[in-house]
């Protein structure tokens, strides 16, 4: 699905990625962990063509994403904010079926038909209607997730999608995108989550000073590290 070659970004004189190389396959849940400042976000972003590459290569379904003509399949990547991303002068309903209805993937009545069984199905059909300041911040992610998926995407990411919410929502929606998952969907998670990481993955990449430092089962990843960088990251973080 996703195949990294050789891959920079630069901010000005800043490297932020660093050769990276990667393989991502159909029905994979990744998640990306790492200290802050490693790259994580920056890569998410390059991944989805939010960022274009300093130097390298990024393919999606076999198609150059830094080109012009790749571009149109970055429509089947749908991606979660940390922040919701949420349009605060739209309700909950025209939020989700806003990008369906411009994309012209469904009419009006179809797309808000499909919107209200998508918030039936996370139980919150009687926000429809309501603006976002009016939710909660396990709502609004909730309404963020639902969001993408109307789009019909074959890979969802998500960019650490819980470090906004109060400890009492992030369950919600961790939960959500456990659900989610049971579809058989694509998923490329950066989060500091780490249980959540080791009950979700099927793969764990961790990331430092810009460069994928391990890459392997959760099992691997989190009881059998082989560098020391990853050792001292995940003892700093079992003293939290």
């Known amino acids: ?37 490693s790259g994580k976000s920056t890569f998410l972003r390059c991944l989805n063509g939010l960022e274009t590459v300093t130097k390298g290569k990024v393919y999606f379904e076999n ?12 429509k089947k990547c749908g991606m ?3 922040s919701f991303n949420l349009f605060e002068n739209q309700t909950v309903l025209q939020n989700i079926t806003l990008a369906p209805i411009k994309n012209k993937l469904f009419d009006k009545r179809i797309a808000k038909k499909k ?15 309501v603006y976002p300041s009016d939710l909660s911040g396990g709502q609004k992610q909730r309404v963020a997730i639902i969001r993408a998926l109307i789009m019909n995407p074959d890979v969802l990411l998500f960019d650490e999608p819980t470090s906004a919410l109060d400890a009492e929502m ?17 998923m490329i998670v950066v989060t500091h989550e780490l249980g959540f990481a080791k009950e979700f993955a ?6 430092n000073e810009g460069k994928i ?5 959760p099992d691997e ?18 003293k939290v």
């Open 170 to 186: 992030i369950e919600e929606v961790l939960e959500l995108m456990k659900e989610v998952a049971k579809t058989g969907m694509t």
């Open 202 to 207: 099927t793969r764990v990449i961790f990331m």
């Open 80 to 82: 979660v904010f940390q």
């Open 1 to 37: 699905m996703f195949k990294v070659v050789g891959l920079y970004k630069n901010f000005d004189e800043v490297k932020v990625l660093k050769n990276i190389n990667l393989e991502i396959n159909k029905g994979e849940r990744i998640v990306i962990i790492g200290p802050s400042g």
């Open 115 to 129: 919107a209200m069984e998508l918030l039936d199905k996370i139980h919150l059909k009687e926000k429809a209607n």
């Open 63 to 74: 198609k150059d994403i830094s080109k012009k003509d790749g571009r149109e399949t970055l």
């Open 221 to 238: 990843i989190f009881n059998h590290p082989k560098t020391e960088r990853l050792q001292t990251f995940l003892g700093k973080i079992k």
């Open 213 to 217: 430092i391990e890459d392997g089962a």
